[in-house]
């Protein structure tokens, strides 16, 4: 899996983002880490996610540079089960809260001996983060169990589906990601049990697919 990975994160032809689907087994041993063949072996062979963020860094995949990177993850992250708790009222809506936009800071490089001598900027190269302009979803929380139809599928890939089909055309990817947790977390259950997706953004932008409109 990691060649394979390493493989497609070098290409030099990307379109304008990439998307890495990852359906797996995982464990928490390490961290979020995947095993690369089927089964679950005792301390068999397993990938860990984070190498995987590396491989499509800026370093080395530079032909995703500053392009959205997709990484869709369906596997358990440890043994815990979720069993929920009793819901009591109608769920109320999230209000839009206003932020006040912030001036950047700026970069300074310190020079100080011991008196109280003024701070001395130093000319700085603007950079770029490595491992930015990456969104990440995971079928579950870290440390639980993530759960399947054994003929539908996974509770998790079938809500991503239906969403994405619904709404891809309008909505922007954290939207659709937001409902697919929404999705999961009301409509499934299973001996008693739950289940919670969650995404994290190092996004810059608003990420579209921007598919064909309905018609």
């Known amino acids: 899996m990691a060649e394979d990975l390493q493989f497609f994160a070098t290409r030099p032809d990307h ?12 464990t928490w041993r390490n961290g979020d880490e995947v095993y690369g063949v089927c089964g679950e072996p005792e301390g068999g062979d397993t990938l860990n996610f984070n190498s995987v963020l ?3 860094g800026k370093q080395k995949a530079p032909a995703l540079k500053n392009k959205p990177k997709l990484f869709i993850v369906q596997a358990c992250r440890g043994s815990k089960t979720d069993f929920g708790v009793s819901r009591d009222k109608p769920d109320s809506g999230f209000n839009d809260k206003e932020t006040s936009h912030l001036k950047p800071m700026t970069a300074l490089s310190v020079a100080q001996d011991e008196s109280d001598a ?4 130093l000319p700085m190269k603007e950079k770029d983060p490595d491992l ?3 969104i990440v979803c995971r079928s579950t929380m870290p440390g ?17 589906i ?3 089909m619904n709404n891809a055309h309008r909505d922007n990817i954290l939207e659709l990601l937001t409902e697919v947790n929404c999705l999961v977390a009301r409509r499934y259950q299973a001996l008693g049990a739950k289940q919670m997706p969650v995404f994290e953004s190092s996004l ?7 598919p064909a409109a309905e018609e």
């Open 15 to 26: 379109g304008d983002c990439s998307v890495v689907v990852i359906l797996s087994h995982g």
């Open 54 to 56: 590396e491989m499509f």
């Open 118 to 121: 003024q701070p001395v900027v």
């Open 132 to 134: 930015g302009d990456s």
């Open 144 to 160: 639980y169990k993530s759960w399947r139809n054994e003929v539908r599928g996974s509770w998790f890939i079938q809500s991503l």
């Open 162 to 164: 239906e969403v994405f």
């Open 204 to 210: 810059i932008k608003a990420m579209y697919f921007n």
